[in-house]
């Protein structure tokens, strides 16, 4: 459902770096997610820059023109596997905060959000080679600024009933960079070893988030 919906997304756009079509029926979706997923595997293994269409269709198993018919490009491919993480990743922050009736219940719930997007990224590499390819692509720019608005809709109304007297554009501020800086201290602890990346991650729930309140 994530990945149907991450491409119906990616065509709206309008973008002629975008899918072109929508599969349809089942076989197509398996199809394209079989692309995805090989497209997936061989970015984890060699980076973005190296993957190549032909490749893609080789290992998928389709012709180079089923390949076009659905992906233009390999930007194309990157930015429709980045939706869809940044689908999985909504669903994570979304489970944690409808969990939320307390301070105490948030606190417990970013700390889980910082551990499900930390094991997300563990467990997809290619994450890191999208995050790195969003620094000169406009398009994943403005995809990553829009996921990191949802992120802080979605805190932002637990903290606004929580708080309802406080102003909404100060709540939602707040939640804006809030979740911003949750995503960035997951980015930079996946580039490091792995031992260094656990303590970043653990120092920054010690010191951003053990102690969490809003103050209206």
């Known amino acids: 459902m994530a990945r149907k919906a991450a491409a119906s997304s990616s065509a709206a756009a309008g973008d002629p770096s975008m899918p072109r079509r929508l599969p349809v029926q089942q076989r197509s979706r398996e199809r394209v997610d079989r692309m995805l997923d090989v497209a997936t595997s061989l970015i984890a293994a060699q980076g973005s820059d190296a993957l190549r269409m032909s490749e893609v269709a080789e290992k998928s198993g389709v012709s180079i023109g089923s390949l076009y018919q659905y992906f233009p490009d390999k930007a194309a491919i990157i930015r429709t596997l980045a939706e869809r993480s940044n689908a999985e990743g909504r669903a994570c922050v979304a ?122």
């Open 95 to 216: 489970s944690e905060l409808q969990k939320v009736t307390t301070a105490a219940d948030l606190r417990t719930a970013l700390c889980n959000i910082v551990d499900g997007y930390y094991a997300m990224f563990i467990a997809q590499p290619v994450m890191l080679d999208i995050w790195s390819a969003t620094q000169t692509d406009k398009v994943l720019q403005e995809m990553d600024a829009a996921d990191g608005r949802a992120h802080g809709a979605m805190l932002a109304a637990v903290l606004q009933r929580l708080h309802p007297q406080a102003g909404t554009r100060r709540v939602g501020l707040a939640s804006l960079l809030l979740m911003h800086l949750i995503a960035s201290t997951v980015r930079l602890a996946i580039a490091l070893p792995r031992s260094e990346a656990d303590d970043v991650i653990a120092a920054f729930k010690e010191m951003s988030l053990k102690d969490f309140r809003f103050v209206a």
